[in-house]
């Protein structure tokens, strides 16, 4: 039986999130819980680069870490490092496309960027109505919280950066993944 990837989350978006965590702990707390983390997950955190893939384990083993040196969730702290990571890279990357689109183009062009930044499953996307989306993460059953939660704050963040109000992303497990409802206005 050949080897099958763990579900991994791609270099590139690691290393933004690696440098979004840098800026949030500081290079003396992240260091400390480096150093609390075994020698090959300390190794492929720190070598990652923007080409490949880490496994989202990984990427979880060190966040956990790094937010108990802070006192935080690891949920607390890839929100904020995400946040950080996702509008540094709208910002710069998309720009311009990001001033003149449409949500109907944004939301088209999440699948996309889905399948850039994790191995495994696929995402749908549509605008249902005026002021409303619907995504569907699928092939991925049990997904991690990692990228469901990593979507929904993408999508959130990209549509707030676009120029969106109100712009809430709610999201709920499905068999096949997850399903996401964003409204904006």
Do not use: Q
Not at 85 to 113: E, G, H, K, N, Q
Not at 126 to 155: K, M, Q, Y
């Amino acid at each position: 039986m050949a080897d099958v990837a763990p579900p991994s989350v791609s270099g590139a978006l690691a290393c933004g999130l690696r440098d979004a965590v840098l800026e949030l702990a500081g290079k003396e707390v992240v260091a400390a819980a480096l150093a609390k983390v075994p020698p090959d997950v300390r190794h492929a955190y720190e070598s990652t680069t923007p080409i490949g893939w880490i496994p989202i384990e990984t990427m979880e083993a060190v966040f956990s870490s790094i937010a108990g040196e802070i006192g935080t969730t690891v949920y607390e702290l890839h929100t904020r490092a995400a946040r950080i990571s996702i509008d540094r890279t709208l910002r710069t990357l998309w720009r311009m496309l990001l001033r003149v689109t449409t949500a109907d183009a944004l939301v088209a062009r999440t699948p996309t960027i889905f399948a850039k930044s994790y191995n495994r499953g696929r995402l749908t996307a549509a605008i249902t109505s005026a002021g409303r989306a619907e995504l569907e993460l699928i092939d991925w059953p049990n997904a991690p919280e990692w990228p469901i939660r990593a979507t929904r704050i993408g999508v959130e963040t990209a549509l707030r950066l676009a120029g969106r109000k109100n712009v809430r992303v709610a999201v709920e497990r499905t068999e096949s993944g997850a399903h996401y409802v964003a409204t904006f206005h």
